[in-house]
């Protein structure tokens, strides 16, 4: 990642950050108006209630021990959005490996077994999964995740004190030992990484649809770069004009990038909480680690007519400049020879017209609103009752009295009032509860939501049987639906196996070590090598990945009843059992039903250890069964090792 230094003070210079500047700003002409609907998905998500002034009185009346009410929601929004999560998550995640390939030219099993293992050791070294998890999460949240892929080769600086004896003309000085600090720079994870993208941070050419942002020209992304980054990033190459951006940017206390700059950070405006780079800067906490605001942009561009080469054919560049345009500290040539950009986007709707899609959120919206409502005038309606309407005369009753909200208290007539009958100076008025029927129509407001797809085996909720058959719970618990299975075949062929193509040609492009690594495999192997040893040339090949078919993973307790039902029929039929290896067999159905090591068991081969009693051995000789030796019987037996013919050796 070595980038191609551009000084702050050159025209090139100058046209970088132009032309980086009115892509981002007529990105964000589209991306702004989605950003209303995602700040929006992120408060039903977190159960966050926009507080009215009249809430805000209520809540300090509650801190102030005067009990009091507020609007509610329920949350039928994040439980439809868990249901999906839980749903895609262990649709693509639950397989053995995540990621399989098949060849497409005729590549051995060897050779997708050995690429399989190697992808799988990146998913666990390079820690694949949290953002795996964290994507399917933003899929129904947002109405997409954006997922980004790099190569990485990390290199670990650790620093230690030693004492270490002085010389004097290469004589060792007793007993002086001088303290010094040792820097060991240690090679550390080469692989694929991946990291999720907020959809409210990530920017695409707005003149094609989002789902294929591929075909744009441009895509962006808000980054909070720490201080420390940068100077790793300078140290091998990536980043020039540090020396300026230090002076002009982490000098300057509260600025980091330009605070009053336009962007996704001023438009992020929900309940969510997301980490403050400027919580504390230069100003406040001496020697603090400070955090830029910056644009990392991709674009495809002619160089030519850039002033970055020659070539006047299309090529992918990658720019990093400041948040308020002022600089830029990176330039270089994108170099993955799979000539895409580095993301990966998965949308829940198969849109492929519109520039942005809906989400869960946004389909179950009318509903969730209704539901709202109608419990929370429900629940007013019941207040009002409890409290009373009353009318009175303030002539004639001390209006404090009547004011107070405690319970049990007494309202004083005014002396004017002495010996008037209660009920001609205050009377309360009959009310009845007009929304009794609320909570059914609550209930009706759940079916509505069954039609959009969201009924009580996607919310994981069982049917109100007394009594259910195991196949009826097995439904129930993995929440089997059909709409959920095809949404995750769409986002398996339209993005995720893009992403698989992504990391496979990094890894031929970039691996070059020579690992033994743990082969992969459902259930691996019960008997066999391990381990494998895997070299560029292992992985050489075209390979597809193989698509997500939208099922859950079969219930391997069933499976494994069922394959002991077969084992049992098998054994009563000889010629059934004489075509199969049933000691294989038994392994793997142990293994499946979750016994790991049930191989540390088996018997070595041409070794029997069974001791057969004398009595049994006689019985058996005398049956036939057995043939005794002799003696003499035993010279023509060969020795372990001896030719035949030539004897015992005595």
């Known amino acids: 990642m070595i980038s191609r230094v551009i000084s702050h003070d050159s025209p090139l210079h100058k046209t970088v950050v ?55 929601q329920i949350p039928y929004t994040y439980a439809a959005v868990m249901a999906a999560y839980s749903y895609m998550s262990t649709v693509f995640l639950a397989r053995a490996p995540v990621h399989q390939f098949g060849g497409r030219h005729g590549e051995s099993e060897q050779q997708q077994q050995a690429l399989e293992a190697l992808i799988a050791y990146q998913v666990q070294v390079g820690m694949h999964m949290g953002p795996y998890y964290t994507a399917f ?136 909480e997301r980490p403050d780079p400027t919580h504390f800067g230069s100003s406040t906490v001496k020697n603090a680690s400070d955090v830029l605001r910056a644009y990392e942009v991709y674009i495809e561009l002619i160089p030519s007519e850039w002033g970055l080469g020659k070539s006047d054919m299309p090529e992918k560049w990658v720019f990093t400049v400041t948040y308020d ?32 899609t809906r989400s869960f959120v946004d389909v179950l919206e009318p509903v969730q609103n209704t539901i709202d409502w109608l419990l929370n005038s429900h629940y007013y309606n019941v207040r009002q009752m409890l409290n009373g309407v009353y009318i009175g005369d303030p002539s004639r009753i001390e209006m404090r009295d009547f004011e107070r909200r405690e319970p049990g208290k007494m309202i004083r007539l005014k002396s004017s009032a002495y010996g008037s009958n209660v009920r001609d100076v205050i009377t309360q008025m009959q009310t009845q509860d007009v929304t009794q029927n609320h909570l059914s129509d609550i209930e009706f407001m759940y079916q509505v939501g069954e039609r959009l797809g969201f009924n009580d085996q996607v919310l994981g909720v069982g049917s109100p049987t007394s009594r259910r058959s195991a196949a009826e719970f097995r439904g129930t618990s ?34 070059d070590d020579n690992m033994k690594i743990r082969l992969v495999g459902d259930l691996a192997m019960s008997a066999g090598q391990k381990f494998m040893q895997v070299t560029p040339e292992d992985i050489a090949g075209f390979y597809d990945p193989v698509l997500i078919d939208g099922t859950l993973p079969a219930d391997r307790y069933a499976q494994g009843n069922l394959w002991r039902e077969l084992m049992a029929q098998a054994a009563q039929i000889p010629d059934v059992a004489m075509q199969y290896d049933m000691g294989k067999i038994f392994a793997w159905v142990a293994q499946l039903m979750g016994i790991k090591n049930i191989t540390q068991f088996a018997r070595q081969p041409g070794i029997n250890t069974q001791i057969v009693p004398d009595e049994v051995l006689a019985q058996q000789v005398a049956s036939g069964n057995s043939v005794g030796l002799t003696q003499g019987d035993l010279g023509s037996v060969p020795e372990p090792g001896q030719l035949t013919g030539m004897g015992p050796t005595g």
Request: hydrophobic share 35%; with cysteine; glycine share 8%.
């Open 18 to 72: 132009e032309n980086v500047m009115w892509r981002i700003r007529a990105a964000d002409t589209v991306h702004g108006k989605r950003m209303v609907r995602w700040n929006k998905a992120e408060n039903l998500m977190i159960a966050a209630v926009p507080e009215a002034s009249v809430d805000k009185q209520r809540k300090a009346n509650r801190n102030a021990g005067m009990p009091d009410y507020t609007t509610v």
């Open 478 to 511: 993995t929440f089997s639906v059909g709409r959920l299975k095809t949404t995750s075949e769409f986002i398996s062929a339209t993005s995720w196996a893009g992403m698989q193509t992504q990391l496979v040609s990094n890894t031929q492009q970039y691996y």
């Open 137 to 272: 999460y933003d899929a129904p949240k947002y109405g997409e995740y954006v997922v980004g892929i790099y190569w990485k080769e990390e290199l670990q600086y650790v620093s230690e004190i030693i004492e270490e004896p002085e010389y004097w003309m290469g004589i060792e000085i007793p007993g002086s030992l001088k303290k010094k600090k040792r820097t060991r720079v240690i090679p550390g994870y080469k692989g694929n990484k991946v990291f999720n993208i907020s959809p409210t941070r990530f920017m695409t050419d707005p003149r094609v649809p989002r789902m294929r942002f591929q075909e744009g020209e441009f895509c962006a992304q808000y980054i909070e770069i720490g201080w420390n980054e940068i100077l790793r990033g300078k140290e091998n190459g990536r980043y020039f004009n540090v020396d300026k951006l230090k002076n002009r940017y982490r000098n300057a206390a509260g600025n980091y990038g330009g605070d009053t700059a336009e962007g996704p950070r001023q438009q992020e405006s929900s309940a969510l």
């Open 325 to 356: 345009y002022g600089l830029c500290f990176e330039a270089r040539p994108l170099g993955y020879i799979h000539n895409k950009f580095p993301f990966a986007i998965g949308t829940v709707e198969p849109e492929a017209y519109g520039i942005l």
